[in-house]
């Protein structure tokens, strides 16, 4: 029998979901252990791996060009994270660096890895397997961002404009949810989609995004090379 766009995202989500113990630094700044130092790292990485993850959805959206329910979906993410960009902003002030400070900062590998893999689909993977994956990928990375915004207002004094980044993020997003199923809709029609394939990248995105957290923790324990 064959299986539905919702089915496939739906199972996807639930499979690749990372253990919620994993993840070590998005719990301690909820409980307000971690340094403060911890959220600018996150937010001077942030500045690299959202200008690569636009650049990453723009071209799988040319890629798609000849595909318009798979181009839309990736169309809607490049544009979501120039909504993100700017409200980057207001967490880096928030933070107390300036626009010298992000210029200057080098980004750490472990950090920008994810965006590397992110390029990396980008040039070579099927789109529609990589709908799939970063659906997985968002559901958890929502997740995250709504835990951060409660930990950064209760414990952290961030106001409104600096979690702002974190809102936009775990917030409902309706039209990308009816493109993501459009997208895979036109995946399993045209045969293009590999469920196999997908789930390997939505696995490899939850590890390295991982890894950007390992890296970030790294800050309470071994300082951080501004």
């Known amino acids: 029998m064959a299986r539905t766009a919702e089915e496939v995202l739906a199972q996807a989500v639930q499979e690749l979901a990372p253990d919620t113990a994993a993840n070590r630094l998005v719990p301690r700044i909820a409980a ?3 340094p403060r130092e911890a959220v600018s790292a996150f937010a001077l990485e942030q500045h690299h791996v959202i200008r690569g993850d636009r650049r990453s959805f723009a071209h799988l959206a040319a890629r798609s060009a000849d595909r ?3 181009a839309g979906f990736f169309t809607h993410l490049a544009g979501g994270e120039t909504v993100a960009l700017d409200r980057l902003g207001a967490l880096t002030a928030a933070c107390g660096l300036d626009d010298a400070a992000v210029r200057a900062y080098e980004p750490q590998a472990g950090c920008q890895a994810y965006p590397a893999y992110v390029a990396s ?3 070579g993977a099927e789109p529609a397997d990589v709908v799939v994956a970063l659906t997985a990928n968002f559901a958890a990375w929502a997740g995250y ?3 951060l915004s409660r930990g950064l207002r209760t414990h952290y004094g961030f106001d409104d404009a600096a979690c702002g980044f974190f809102d936009f993020f775990a917030g409902p997003d309706p039209e990308g949810e009816a493109l993501a199923l459009a997208a895979v809709r036109a995946g399993l029609a045209d045969g293009t989609f590999s469920e196999r394939l997908a ?3 939505g696995r490899l995105l939850q590890e390295y995004e991982l890894m950007f957290w390992d890296s ?3 800050v309470s324990t071994a300082g951080w090379p501004w």
Do not use: M, W
């Open 32 to 34: 307000g252990t971690a």
């Open 68 to 70: 318009p329910a798979v």
């Open 121 to 123: 689909l980008a040039l």
């Open 145 to 147: 961002c709504a835990t």
């Open 199 to 201: 789930r390997r990248h």
């Open 216 to 218: 970030l923790d790294g």
